[in-house]
Structures are given as structure tokens and as C-alpha cells.
């Protein structure tokens, strides 16, 4: 299967700073997803971005299909943006057998202190 | 329209008896995966069930199974827990093929004891 390396594993902003999150893919990758996980555990969808660029307001991603990696942009960031960043995504190349089966990186976790 | 509903969401279990988790995934979609979330793991995939029939399997033990019913709502079952199977379990729906992304419940989280 696909490895998906994030970085930075930790992140530590005062509020107001801006932060770029990435996330490198070992091979061409399906459905490629950002996440954020909230302090109870559910993972809110952030982007769905196969390829191209996505702005949601204070946030943006990119990814480059072709080098196998997506960025995450976190501008003015705010205390509520503290939680566990993940992207993940499933191999392009594995046809039927990867359906569902999303890997995901070990996490960026970003704390913004006020 | 109405989210991913997982239930229960906490349980506390003992050592060696059995769990059932439920996950209603939004309206129209007919794709449920299944994940589950530890500190030392991460996040890894269990299995993923389409129109009543399950697509793609985790590498986890025979202990952990699901089903999906007809009207796509899913369940997965821990049969004689174990300690290690204390975690975070998070379910996913997503129309066939993942376009347009996976959307995640709150998930259910087990402590075994």
C-alpha cells in the first residue's frame, strides 16, 4: 500500500500566524483528503482536492498529482484551529482493491496560543 | 442533509465479551468504511462494505467483522475484546467510488477492561 508522510508533526503558532501543512504520498493517489480531527474525535472534512488549488476562507490547499504531494494553507490562524491535521487519500494504481480504504498520515498536530 | 451517525458513542466493555457498533451513512450514499483510531496506530482501515457486500478488507483478526443491511446503515462486531481493542472507532460513508471525498461520524469510543 500507499505511505503518506505529513510534516511538521507538531506545530505551535501564536494567534494571527500563518502555517503551511504537508503531505507527501509514496504513490499517485485517489481521492486525496484533508482533515481535521476536533477535540471529541470526529473528523471534519476539510477539502476533498484530487489536483488544483481549494480556498475555503481562511484556509486553502494545493495539491500536485504529479509529484504526489498536497500542502494545506492555514492563514490568521485562530485558537479554534487547534486539533490533528491529517490528509489521506487511496492508491491510484490498485484499481477495485483500494475502494474505501483511505491511508492516512500520522498527523500534524497544531496548537495556536492566543 | 443529515450527517454520519455513529452509536453508541462510548462503551465500556469487559475483557472477552462481544460489542456491536452502528453507522447510518448519509442519505444516497452506499459506501460504509470502517476505521479504527489508537495512539500508537494511528488510523487504520478494518473493512469497507458496498450495496450489502463487503469490497475491502483491513489487515485486523477474524474477531472483527461488519455487515451492511439494505438500506446501507452498517454494522461492525469485536467478538472476545481485548484490552488492545480499546480505541476510537470511526465509520465513513461516500457514494460508490469516493468521488467527492469520505465523510466521517463522531465515532464510538471503546474502552475494554
Known amino acids: 500500500g500507499i505511505q503518506v508522510e505529513q510534516s511538521p508533526p507538531d506545530l505551535i503558532l501564536q494567534e494571527g500566524a500563518n502555517s503551511t501543512l504537508r503531505c507527501n504520498f509514496s504513490d499517485s493517489v485517489n481521492n486525496l483528503q484533508w482533515f481535521h480531527q476536533n477535540p471529541w474525535g470526529q473528523l471534519i472534512n476539510l477539502f476533498y482536492?484530487?489536483?488544483g488549488t481549494k480556498q475555503n476562507g481562511r484556509l486553502s490547499a494545493t495539491t500536485v498529482a504529479t509529484e504526489r504531494y498536497s500542502l494545506l494553507y492555514i492563514s490568521s490562524s485562530q485558537t479554534t484551529d487547534s486539533g490533528v491535521y491529517f490528509c489521506?487519500?487511496?492508491?491510484?494504481?490498485?484499481?477495485?482493491?483500494?475502494?474505501?480504504?483511505?491511508?492516512f498520515g500520522q498527523g500534524t498536530i497544531l496548537t495556536v496560543h492566543p | 442533509k443529515a450527517g454520519v451517525t455513529q452509536t453508541p458513542r462510548y462503551l465500556i466493555k469487559t475483557r472477552g465479551q462481544q460489542v456491536t457498533l452502528s453507522c447510518s451513512p448519509i442519505?444516497?450514499?452506499?459506501?460504509v468504511s470502517w476505521y479504527q483510531q489508537t495512539p500508537g496506530q494511528g488510523l487504520q482501515f478494518l473493512f469497507e462494505?458496498?450495496?450489502?457486500?463487503?469490497?475491502n478488507k483491513g489487515n485486523f483478526p477474524g474477531r472483527f467483522s461488519g455487515r451492511q443491511f439494505s438500506n446501507s446503515r452498517s454494522e461492525m462486531n469485536v467478538s472476545t475484546l481485548e484490552l488492545g481493542d480499546s480505541a476510537l472507532y470511526l465509520c465513513?460513508?461516500?457514494?460508490?467510488?469516493?468521488?467527492?471525498?469520505?465523510?466521517f461520524g463522531s465515532g464510538t469510543r471503546l474502552t475494554v477492561v
Open positions: 482536492i484530487p489536483s
Open positions: 442519505s444516497g450514499h452506499r459506501s
Open positions: 462494505y458496498f450495496s450489502e457486500t463487503q469490497r
Open positions: 465513513a460513508s461516500s457514494s460508490n467510488r469516493g468521488v467527492g471525498g469520505y465523510t
Open positions: 489521506a487519500g487511496y492508491s491510484a494504481n490498485a484499481g477495485g482493491t483500494s475502494y474505501g480504504k483511505l491511508t
